[in-house]
């Protein structure tokens, strides 16, 4: 079965940092973009950041550019997003997403179950 | 850049149509194919109902078709279902490399 499950989600305060992790089965990880995204409680969805499936490639919200790094280690099938100097406005549920193919831009087929991270002293 | 538009709301009854609309600009819909849409139920993660434009994933029933027109994309939901009362979201790519989602907009089957 095709599968990401996040992980590393929490309480954190505000300045504090986070690393949520997000492994996949079922599908050669190398061979798709992967992305986050993002949804505030009650609010829509916001695409937060993409890789590559070599990682070759990063790419970031400008609202958000400075304070993520987005990684991934295709030897263990996970794909990593490393948050910085966090803000009450980062609470979220974060999903991570793959990409259909590769040649597409934006259409996520397989979603995890989400990982959720509240920002708050 | 900013987010794509959508109406908060739509309806209608079982065995209608519904057309839910998405607009932005020539920089994201209006340059590109990549207009993707999404069903989410509340407390699920988001499903994949379209993307680039008019493609269906596997498993997604035809009663949902996509379209474009100029800075403009449509989801059609035919044949409304109660199942298919739900959140629905537009996303485009925006160029450099970046994603860009619509507001959603909650459907309701009467």
């Known amino acids: 079965e095709v599968q990401l499950l996040e992980s590393g989600g929490g309480l954190v305060q505000p300045g504090g940092s986070l690393r949520l992790s997000c492994v996949a089965s079922?599908?050669?990880?190398?061979?798709?973009?992967v992305n986050w995204v993002r949804q505030a409680p009650g609010k829509g969805l916001e695409w937060v950041s993409g890789?590559?499936?070599?990682?070759?490639?990063?790419f970031y919200a400008d609202s958000l550019k400075g304070r993520l790094t987005i990684s991934r280690d295709n030897s263990k099938n996970t794909l990593y997003l490393q948050m910085n100097s966090l803000r009450a406005e980062d609470t979220a549920i974060y999903y991570c997403?793959?990409?259909?193919?590769?040649?597409?831009?934006?259409?996520?087929?397989?979603w995890g179950q989400g990982t959720k991270v509240t920002v708050s002293s | 850049q900013s987010a794509l538009t959508q109406p908060p709301s739509a309806s209608g009854s079982p065995g209608q149509s519904v057309t839910i609309f998405c607009t932005g600009t020539?920089?994201?819909?209006?340059?590109?194919?990549?207009v993707s849409w999404y069903q989410q139920h509340p407390g699920k993660a988001p499903k994949l109902i379209m993307y680039?434009?008019?493609q269906r994933p596997s498993g997604v029933p035809d009663r949902f078709s996509g379209s474009k027109s100029g800075n403009t994309a449509s989801l059609t939901v035919s044949g409304l279902q109660a199942e298919d009362e739900a959140y629905y979201y537009c996303?485009?790519?925006?160029?450099?490399?970046?994603?860009?989602f619509g507001g959603g907009t909650k459907l309701t089957v009467l």
């Open positions: 996303n485009s790519y925006g160029g450099r490399n970046n994603v860009i």
């Open positions: 079922g599908f050669t990880f190398s061979g798709y973009a």
């Open positions: 997403a793959k990409e259909i193919r590769s040649t597409s831009k934006g259409s996520f087929d397989i």
């Open positions: 890789i590559t499936g070599s990682g070759a490639g990063t």
């Open positions: 020539s920089s994201d819909i209006g340059g590109y194919n990549y």
């Open positions: 680039e434009v008019t």
